[in-house]
């Protein structure tokens, strides 16, 4: 059977994730997702504190609220940000097809994230015997839009091509990569939407998310 799955904001890292654990996953699409949580922390912090302290002033306390906000996130849910981080993880994706979409006023997950994640996806396929594979991945960039708001654009586009990518990713016959770790962890899901399909599928403690898998 052919597996794949789907993923926006949290959801999308935790696609991610999974489809690095999981050689059963044969391709991921990724809404909005972002590089790691230290990344997420310290723009927020930066955010805030700037408006405070200004930018030139923030940047010290930023980093050492980054530093106790994982500490304690350590103590009382048992993993480190660097353990949810997606740049590791999709380097260990390729050659699976993988798509990313992302709005270019997004203030949640900025744009380069995904610029950032998309170039560490392209250099591992690369660096792989198969790099020549017809579909080395897509990213999708749609301008003047928020946060997971691509879809909103326009909903007939966004199923389209969603649907066309799971269509020709899952039919394609790819050699799929056989050193994806079981054990790796995925850090709970505090709300945010994930797309999962099979029960029980995910990695690591069981994130609190719900959702579907393209199949």
Known sequence: KAIGIFGYSMGANMALRM?????????VLADSPFTDLNDILSGIFNGV????L???FAELPVRALVRLAD????????????EGSAREAIQRIAPRPLFLIHGTEDSVTPLPMAR??????????ESRANSDSSRPGELWIEPDTEHCGVYFVNR?????RAARFFHEALSARETIPQDASAND???????????????????????????????
Do not use: C, H
């Open 19 to 27: 489809t690095a654990a999981d050689p059963e996953i044969r391709a």
């Open 116 to 125: 950032q994640l998309f170039a560490d996806y392209r250099a591992s396929a």
């Open 185 to 215: 962890q995925t850090p709970a899901d505090a709300g945010s939407s994930a797309n999962e399909a099979r029960s029980g599928a995910g990695p690591g403690p069981a994130p609190q998310s719900n959702g579907r898998l393209a199949r």
């Open 156 to 160: 007939e586009r966004y199923i389209e």
């Open 71 to 82: 500490f304690w996130n350590e103590r009382l849910f048992g993993y480190r940000f660097a």
């Open 49 to 52: 504190l700037g408006r405070v």
């Open 54 to 56: 200004g930018a030139k």
